[in-house]
């Protein structure tokens, strides 16, 4: 049944360590999430990383390497194009992505796009630009309340977001809009990752709040992956966090939504309380919604910090039959022009407390690795139309 009876994965969202190779094709150079962030601040107080090997996987000015390290470590690159969440997590199950999701950055929306669905949903749309998700609430949340016009805005990546207030648009009223808007956008050419809707509470500019009542709709993955695979030979599939809106529930058997990083962190260390056989993958999104894009490393360090201090208490909840994997689905660093992800490669960390030895791991040349160490470790075998890669098990003893 295989070595590890658990396995804990978890995604620091956006937490990137250095370019990829082909990072100038996509408008990045020289980016470097991790490593900017140290360089940025003064501070960087992570003991359980630095116990994991983080300082031995990437230089950082606060983190020396150590001498002997808990973990295995080493980096991955992308073998996807694109440099988004779903291309990410969907590549760590094993599946290519081929072509990058369409984005409407520069633009806004075609008109044809917005038109259909005003019509649709009888409401008149405002927005339609790229946009800070609290900043267009201070332009426009007004206007939408007074009037019961609908904010539709986009961002540096493939989404189409929608803001509803929630006394006055209405919980119910921002997911029928935001399912109509999913429909629409399954067009080839206004094909975006994500549409998301972003409900707010407030009444007037400087109050809005965003609430944790967002829910994404993710496009359903294009193959079966791992996940599938996972659950259908029987085995526990939890995902934390957005995990079950990227996958659109395919092949999760039981999912917890987060209010923030930290209370992710919560509820994966109640999770890790419970028995069960197979896989917890958990996201931590705030690395990236709160402070990548908003390009604040010093937010940055800090949540990172947070981090550190749930992943303690984790480690010490492990058996000698779990594994815990640490790593992340792209770059965003928060030193660098714009708002946009950036084409990074990404951490690979893997501590169990039953393990004899430690230290680096040759770079990987796909992010499906963490795909097929899983299903090797359950003795499953991965699907033929998903990415050949070996298995890092053998590795890590």
């Known amino acids: 049944m295989g070595k590890y009876k658990r396995i804990f994965l978890i995604v620091l969202?956006?937490?990137?360590?250095?370019?990829?190779?082909?990072?100038?094709?996509?408008?990045?150079?020289?980016?470097?999430?991790l490593g900017h962030i140290s360089e940025s601040v003064d501070r960087l107080?992570?003991?359980?990383?630095?116990?994991?090997?983080?300082?031995n996987?990437?230089?950082?000015?606060?983190?020396?390497?150590?001498?002997?390290?808990?973990?295995?470590?080493?980096?991955?690159?992308?073998?996807?194009?694109?440099?988004?969440?779903?291309?990410?997590?969907?590549?760590?199950?094993?599946?290519?992505?081929?072509?990058?999701?369409?984005?409407?950055?520069?633009?806004?929306?075609?008109?044809?796009?917005?038109?259909?669905?005003?019509?649709?949903?009888?409401?008149?749309?405002?927005?339609?630009?790229?946009?800070?998700?609290?900043?267009?609430?201070?332009?426009?949340?007004?206007?939408?309340?007074?009037?019961?016009?609908?904010?539709?805005?986009?961002?540096?990546?493939?989404?189409?977001?929608?803001c509803g207030n929630e006394e006055t648009f209405g919980l119910d009223e921002l997911y029928r809009c935001?399912?109509?808007?999913?429909?629409?956008?399954?067009?080839?050419?206004?094909?975006?990752?994500?549409?998301?809707?972003?409900?707010?509470?407030?009444?007037?500019?400087?109050?809005?709040?965003?609430?944790?009542?967002?829910h994404d709709y993710a496009l359903k993955p294009p193959v079966e992956t791992v996940l599938n695979a996972m659950k259908d030979a029987g085995f526990d599939v939890i995902s934390v966090g957005k995990i079950n809106d990227i996958f659109v529930k395919e092949g999760i058997t039981e999912a917890f939504k987060s209010q923030s990083s930290v209370h992710g962190m919560e509820q994966t260390l109640e999770i890790a309380d419970k028995d069960f056989r197979g896989l917890c993958f958990v996201n931590l999104v705030d690395f990236d919604a709160l402070w990548g894009h908003r390009r604040n490393p010093k937010g940055y360090a800090e949540e990172i910090e947070k981090f550190d201090k749930n992943l303690g208490p984790l480690m010490d909840k492990l058996k000698d039959d779990d594994l815990l994997i640490l790593t992340a689905d792209h770059g965003n660093d928060p030193t660098y022009t714009g708002t946009d992800h950036t084409r990074e490669k990404v951490p690979f960390v893997a501590y169990s407390p039953s393990m004899i030895g430690s230290g680096q791991i040759a770079e990987q040349d796909t992010f499906a690795v963490i795909g097929e160490t899983i299903a090797d470790n359950f003795g499953i075998k991965v699907p033929e139309h998903l990415i050949k890669c070996k298995s890092l098990l053998s590795d890590m003893q």
């Open 45 to 55: 107080d992570i003991p359980n990383l630095a116990r994991l090997g983080i300082g």
């Open 178 to 214: 935001c399912e109509i808007a999913r429909e629409i956008t399954m067009k080839d050419e206004w094909k975006v990752g994500r549409v998301i809707a972003r409900p707010y509470v407030g009444k007037k500019k400087g109050e809005f709040v965003r609430t944790a009542n967002r």
């Open 57 to 162: 996987l990437h230089p950082l000015r606060q983190v020396p390497p150590a001498d002997k390290p808990l973990g295995y470590y080493g980096v991955l690159r992308e073998m996807s194009k694109g440099k988004d969440t779903m291309t990410g997590h969907w590549e760590m199950m094993g599946v290519h992505t081929t072509k990058p999701f369409v984005t409407f950055t520069d633009t806004g929306f075609p008109k044809e796009l917005i038109d259909e669905l005003s019509r649709r949903t009888g409401r008149t749309i405002i927005g339609n630009k790229s946009a800070s998700g609290t900043a267009i609430l201070d332009e426009l949340a007004e206007e939408e309340i007074a009037t019961g016009h609908m904010i539709v805005y986009t961002s540096a990546d493939s989404v189409l977001q929608i």
């Open 13 to 33: 969202d956006s937490l990137g360590v250095g370019a990829m190779p082909d990072s100038e094709e996509y408008g990045d150079k020289d980016v470097d999430t």
